[in-house]
């Protein structure tokens, strides 16, 4: 199965992601897509997979004509959305229908929307967790496909980040093996 990761920001699932599948094969991590210049693309380059950064100044069915562009040329048949702070319009949903994923820093349906993670902390809310689900039109409510939680220790927000961090990649990676095999 030929994957595309979308990313918009620091790219630790991208990496995690192309790393298991450079070991492990289940899939082709043929391109990266991004809306912005980040340090996603610096670990693509690295890695030695394609990546582009697409305007999204123009109107959201333009970009998407653009992104689709990209995908085709790649033969992309799945999308993994990894931090990629953009809402997907009907031109992808309808090219990409139930083959389009994301990871969120919550147990869904709690804390949708941005600073997810930081909510829940602020909430010293007792399980903190993660959720990876299918993308549909709304913000992270597309049906869910897998969640993990931790204990929150009392810790600071950065060491609860770093341990979400280390559950999401191991989650997203397990859970594309499953998927795209
Ligand atoms: C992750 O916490 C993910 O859940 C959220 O954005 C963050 C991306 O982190 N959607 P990274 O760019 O993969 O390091």
Request: charged share 30%; net charge negative.
């Amino acid at each position: 199965m030929r994957l595309a990761v979308f990313a918009s920001g620091n790219g630790s699932n991208f990496q995690a992601i192309a790393e298991s599948i450079q070991m492990d094969k289940y899939a082709d991590l043929v391109v990266l897509v991004c809306d912005k210049q980040c340090y996603a693309l610096e670990r693509a380059k690295a890695l030695g997979i394609p990546s582009f950064v697409l305007d999204k100044s123009k109107k959201r069915e333009e970009y998407e004509q653009d992104v689709t562009k990209v995908l085709d040329f790649y033969g992309v048949e799945f999308i993994a959305l990894a931090g990629y702070m953009n809402i997907i319009g009907s031109t992808l949903l309808d090219a990409y229908d139930g083959r389009i994923v994301n990871i969120h820093p919550s147990l869904l349906p709690k804390y949708r929307g941005l600073d997810a993670l930081e909510r829940a902390y602020e909430n010293k809310d007792s399980e903190i967790g993660i959720t990876i689900h299918y993308v549909d039109k709304g913000i992270d409510t597309g049906k869910i496909i897998t969640q993990e939680s931790i204990r929150n220790n009392g810790e600071s927000l950065e060491k609860l980040e770093e341990r979400i961090h280390a559950l999401e990649h191991k989650l997203y990676i397990k859970t594309l093996k499953g998927l795209l095999k």
